[in-house]
């Protein structure tokens, strides 16, 4: 079955830095499209943070990331990557990994001093 595990979520302060993985099986992972999504506190609705073409290519970033998160893939580990740098309080949530129409468990990120 089709199976998304992310992971790499913790506490961090303001500035500072984390790197999600999520780690793809079940499907074809090098024909799909990617996402990260993130679900605040209190939100009901997950934003699309960045999206990443099955051959590597950026189609996305929300508006509040970009200069800061890096979306990238490996192909031959079948896993999404999402580099977080300069992060922020806001930047708070549970992360998701998002392909071939399912969604993985999520990793919680805290930025807090």
């Known amino acids: 079955q089709v199976q998304l595990v992310e992971s790499g979520g913790g506490l961090v302060q303001p500035g500072g830095s984390l790197r999600l993985s999520c780690a793809a099986s079940?499907?074809?992972?090098?024909?799909?499209?990617m996402h990260w999504y993130r679900q605040a506190p209190g939100e009901k609705v997950r934003e699309l943070v960045g999206?990443?073409?099955?051959?590597?290519?950026?189609?996305h970033y929300a508006d509040s990331v970009k200069g800061r998160f890096t979306i990238s893939r490996d192909n031959e580990k079948n896993t999404v990557y999402l580099q977080m740098n300069s992060l922020k309080s806001e930047d708070t949530a549970v992360y998701f990994c998002?392909?071939?129409?399912?969604w993985g468990q999520g990793t919680q990120v805290t930025v807090s001093s």
């Open positions: 079940g499907f074809t992972f090098s024909r799909n499209t």
């Open positions: 998002r392909g071939y129409g399912q």
């Open positions: 999206q990443i073409s099955s051959s590597g290519e950026v189609l």
